[in-house]
């Protein structure tokens, strides 16, 4: 049985659900708060999606902060197709969108270094081998009462002198 390649398209009307429902299988990642989040951000966001037949492997999403700065505002790929490529692929695209539209930088937000998390470490790597350099650590940004971390906010040029 031959494996089916995945391919990279911008999200289409009526994946939403498609895509939260990928993001709830991300446990690690996303917390019932996040979801809600996602859930309200992803009709106005852009992005793009990696699907295989019509199955969604993982999503990366976007909006703008300012005319010259992107908010890398959610991305996921299904953990047993980590390793693959398909993340790298999905902010490849994203990078060429922004680029052709003129933006300098990118922007993402993920928990800090200060939080001994393994999947977290992961994420920080990952954004790290894409180019990615931290820009500013907010401290106890994110949860509530004594259950409080760090956001660390990472920053990619996006051109010559970004």
């Known amino acids: 049985?031959?494996?089916?390649?995945?391919?990279?398209?911008?999200i289409q009307d009526g994946e939403r659900l498609p895509i939260l429902k990928l993001a709830r299988t991300l446990d690690k990642w996303f917390n019932e708060p996040g979801l809600a989040q996602m859930g309200l951000d992803l009709p106005s966001h852009r992005g793009?999606?990696?699907?295989r037949e019509h199955e969604v492997l993982g999503f990366v999403t976007w909006t703008a902060i300012d005319p010259e700065?992107?908010?890398?505002?959610?991305?996921?790929?299904?953990e047993d197709a980590h390793g693959r490529g398909i993340g790298r692929s999905l902010l490849e695209a994203v990078v060429?969108?922004?680029?052709?539209a003129g933006y300098r930088v990118l922007e993402v937000s993920t928990v800090a270094d200060s939080l001994d998390f393994?999947?977290?470490?992961?994420?920080?790597?990952?954004?790290?081998?894409?180019g990615f350099l931290d820009h500013r650590v907010d401290r106890m940004y994110y949860g509530e009462g004594?259950?409080?971390?760090?956001?660390?906010?990472?920053?990619?040029?996006?051109?010559a002198g970004a």
């Open 69 to 78: 700065v992107a908010n890398l505002s959610w991305m996921g790929v299904a």
């Open 146 to 159: 004594t259950h409080r971390y760090d956001r660390l906010v990472m920053r990619l040029g996006l051109r």
């Open 48 to 51: 793009f999606v990696a699907v």
């Open 96 to 100: 060429v969108e922004l680029r052709a």
């Open 118 to 130: 393994e999947p977290y470490a992961r994420t920080r790597a990952f954004y790290r081998a894409m």
């Open 1 to 10: 049985m031959a494996v089916i390649a995945w391919t990279i398209r911008p």
